[in-house]
C-alpha cells in the first residue's frame, strides 16, 4: 500500500526554460511520490531534465504547472531542510575539512554549540572514514576523499531531505563501489529522505528503494521500480540473476527513453 502522506510529493509537474529561441519544455506531468527515510534512485537519457528537477525539489525554481510539496507543504523558496551534493564537491581551498563540513551549520543556523557542532562534523567524518584528515586542505585529499567530506557537509545539518546529483559520476570504479558503501553507512546512521540523479543503473540498483525512469526531454516519469533488496544489501546482491534480470529491465526502460526502441 503506498504511503497516502508521502514526505516527497512531485504532482504534474510541467516545466519549460525560456530561451533566446523560444520555450524548452524540460519536464512534462512529471509525477513522484517517495516516503520518509526512502531512497530514491532517478535515471534518464542525458538532458532530459534530471537536474532541472533537483532544483524544483530544492525551491531553487518553481514549476510552471503542477507542485513539490516535502511534507505536504508546497515548495516555493529555498529550504534549510534541504542538503545537496554534487559531482563536483566545491570544498573551499582556504578552509580546512572540518570547516568545510561545518559551513552549512553557519549559513543556516543552528542551536548546537561551537563544541557540539565539531562533535557533529566529527562524527560523520569518522563515519565516512576520514578521522585524522580534519585538518587537511581540500587538496590534500584524494577525489574519492573529498566527496566523503562533501556528503558529510550535505548532511551535518541534519537535513529532512538529502539531493544528489551525480555524487560519483566523476570517480573510477572502485572508489565509486566504496562510496555507495559510504552511502550505506550514512543511511543507516542518520534519518534524510533521498532523492539520487544517477547514469550508472548498477548504483541506482544498489542504493534505489524505488528506481523512477524519467523518459527523454520533456521528461515524464516513464517506469517505477521498487527495489526487492533489503536495507542490509551488500554489492554482492547486485550479481544475483534476480538483480541482472531487473539491470536488463532498466537498460530496456533506457532505451525506450531515449527513443531507440518503441515502448
Ligand atoms: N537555465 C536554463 N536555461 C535554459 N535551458 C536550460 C537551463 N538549464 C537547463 N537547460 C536545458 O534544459 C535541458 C535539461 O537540462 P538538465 O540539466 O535538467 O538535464 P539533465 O537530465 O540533468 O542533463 P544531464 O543528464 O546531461 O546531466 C537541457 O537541454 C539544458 O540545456
Redesign the pocket.
Known amino acids: 500500500m503506498p504511503d497516502p502522506n508521502p514526505l516527497i510529493e512531485i504532482s504534474h509537474v510541467t516545466h519549460a526554460?525560456k530561451?533566446a529561441s523560444g520555450p524548452?519544455p524540460?519536464l512534462n506531468d512529471l509525477n513522484i511520490r517517495a516516503q520518509a527515510g526512502t531512497f530514491t534512485a532517478v535515471v534518464?537519457p542525458?538532458?532530459?531534465?534530471?537536474?532541472?528537477l533537483t532544483r524544483l525539489i530544492a525551491g531553487l525554481m518553481t514549476p510552471d504547472q503542477g507542485e513539490v510539496r516535502l511534507h505536504g507543504q508546497k515548495v516555493s523558496g529555498p529550504r534549510k531542510t534541504v542538503g545537496m551534493a554534487f559531482q563536483n564537491p566545491v570544498l573551499l581551498e582556504w578552509r580546512t575539512i572540518i570547516d568545510n563540513v561545518l559551513l552549512p551549520l553557519e549559513i543556516v543556523g543552528t542551536s548546537m554549540s561551537r563544541t557540539e557542532q565539531r562533535e557533529r562534523a566529527m562524527s560523520l567524518l569518522r563515519l565516512v572514514g576520514l578521522e585524522g584528515f580534519e585538518n587537511k586542505r581540500p587538496s590534500e585529499l584524494s577525489g574519492g576523499m573529498r566527496q566523503r567530506a562533501s556528503l558529510c557537509r550535505s548532511i551535518v545539518h541534519k537535513p529532512e531531505v538529502l539531493i544528489l546529483d551525480e555524487p560519483f559520476g566523476a570517480l573510477d570504479n572502485f572508489t565509486r563501489e566504496d562510496l555507495w558503501q559510504t552511502m550505506h553507512d550514512l543511511r543507516k546512521a542518520e534519518s534524510f529522505t533521498c532523492v539520487l540523479?544517477t547514469?550508472d543503473l548498477r548504483e541506482s540498483l544498489f542504493l534505489g528503494d524505488q528506481v523512477v525512469v524519467l523518459s527523454g526531454?520533456p521528461a515524464t516519469t516513464q517506469y517505477v521500480m521498487e527495489v526487492p533488496l533489503g536495507p542490509d544489501r551488500t554489492l554482492d546482491d547486485l550479481y544475483t540473476a534476480e538483480s541482472a534480470e531487473n539491470l536488463h529491465i532498466l537498460r530496456d526502460q533506457i532505451k525506450i527513453a531515449q527513443g531507440r526502441v518503441a515502448a
Open positions: 526554460y530561451t524548452l524540460v534518464g542525458s538532458g532530459c531534465g534530471k537536474s532541472t540523479i547514469h526531454r
